[in-house]
């Protein structure tokens, strides 16, 4: 999602090691396909049944959500527990990128939020219709079998214009949508994209196509220096006018503000600094990506958890970059070597959010909710509390 391991640019690296075991099983005896198709009916049915058990107190608590509500609060979780802390009044969707946990659906339910699927699939794979079709079925009966509320398909894959994969992505966005849809009534489809529609990251998508098709599209208003193309230098993770003006230009394209979903990141990025400027200036090593000299890729992501631990042990405090509006600090490691970090914080997400209202956007999520310090301790309820009220806006 957030490209914390980036595969180089147009490499849709996959090993299918259950199919390649497969392949070698057939080769030994018949007599083993007959068996493990029936070990396999049986596990189906074993599986079917255990999880078509609602797992909730209460078994209402089961049944999908199907009201709209006006503003969405979009959430990642990439699992565990910290998900009971999490501003539950505001939430309005959880996408859950970790393993299923029941307790989290019941619960998400239980304040009329919706729980969503991940979708992923290498798009070769699904060029054949057949594929495509055995895919979205799978998922929808993952869904059902989970009472969950619909998928959010997150493809960050490198796509050619015009090619196989293309119109394959935007079939895939479309038929998930309509079995959705159908299956599950008052279900969602989302899908994530790239804070820029130019190619970014070499994602040539039908965004127009895609957005129609589905019920909204999670902007990824995050890791905007993946290409940086000037001076190789350390720089705010989402810029606010490079991160507004992008919106604009869906707008633009006829895109209807209410399928977009900004996405912010509550988390930054740390800079080894080859050298510092007087200036300030944090000269960053050179990481090619994607046709670019060099990306963040230089850095490494950090939680705002982190963050907020390191601006205090910091040779600079926090200081502010007024044309990027982010703030950024500068720290010695115990090694010597100095480092610079951006992030986003209260003050850089408000004018964000603000937007969100003024642009009449569907609303606004976080890459992502289990990033902050959900601990006891009061400067961190604090902060956290702080973040989560930044995304309704100042
Ligand atoms: C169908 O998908 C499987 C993996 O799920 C893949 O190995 C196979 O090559 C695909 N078939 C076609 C025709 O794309
Ligand atoms: C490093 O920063 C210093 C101090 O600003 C500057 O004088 C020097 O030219 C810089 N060196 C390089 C290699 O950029
Ligand atoms: C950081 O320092 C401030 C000021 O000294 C203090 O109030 C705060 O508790 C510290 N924050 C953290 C997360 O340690
Ligand atoms: C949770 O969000 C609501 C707004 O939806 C806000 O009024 C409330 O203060 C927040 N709760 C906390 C603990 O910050």
Redo the contacts with the bound molecule.
Sequence with gaps: MSASVRLSCGLIGFVDSTETDRTQSFAVAPIFIAMSWFLFFLSTIFVCCRANVCPCERPELCQQIREERDFEVFVFDVGGKTWKSYNWSMVTTVATFGKYDAELMCHAHSKGARVVLKGDVPLSDIVDQDNRTAWITEKVSQAKSQFMDGINIDIEQAVEEDSPEYHALTALVKESTETFHREIPGSQVSFDVAWSLKCIDKRCYDYITIAESCDLLFVMSYDEQSQIMGDCIAMANAPLHQTLAAYDQFIEMNIDPKKLVMGVPWYGYDYPC??????G?C?IAKVPFCGAPCSDAAGKQKPYKWIMKQVNVSMSGRLWDDKQQAPYFNYEDQGGQIHQVWYDDPQSICPKADSVKSKGLRGIGMWNGNILDYSDEPVARQQTAEMWNALLGC
Excluded: H, V
């Design positions: 080859l050298n510092l400027s007087k200036e200036i000269s």
